[in-house]
Nanobody, 121 residues
Framework: QVQLVESGGGLVQAGGSLRLSCKAS????????MGWYRQAPGKQRVLVAD???????NYADSVKGRFTISIDNAKNTVYLQMNSLKPEDTAVYYC???????????????WGQGTQVTVSS
């Protein structure tokens, strides 16, 4: 079983910055990729950014140029640096990991519990 623990959310004014962190632990043989999704009230969960263990990144158009995702493979930790935040970035941010589990010996996917990001205007 794998656990994802997120941190770094909070309240910030428009134009400000926050850095989210997510550490994966448990029966991980290898992390294949990690990512961040967000869900605003009344809306579906959508991809914000993801990254492979090799460092290939992918961003939603709405955050390109403002957010940066990075990964520390040695620590099984993914980060999301969020700059120039806007009120429309307000959402619960969820960490996601795709990994090979050494107990079930299969590729699995896990989610974190979510962390609230609120951007005031």
């Amino acid at each position: 079983q794998v656990q994802l623990v997120e941190s770094g959310g909070g309240l910030v004014q428009a134009g400000g910055s926050l850095r989210l962190s997510c550490k994966a632990s448990g029966s991980i043989f290898i992390i294949n990729g990690m990512g961040w999704y967000r869900q605003a009230p009344g809306k579906q969960r959508v991809l914000v950014a993801d990254i492979t263990s090799g460092g290939t990144t992918n961003y939603a158009d709405s955050v390109k140029g403002r957010f940066t995702i990075s990964i520390d493979n040695a620590k099984n930790t993914v980060y999301l640096q969020m700059n120039s935040l806007k009120p429309e970035d307000t959402a619960v941010y969820y960490c996601n990991a795709e990994y090979t589990d050494y107990i079930v010996q299969d590729d699995l996917r896990s989610w974190g519990q979510g962390t609230q990001v609120t951007v005031s205007s």
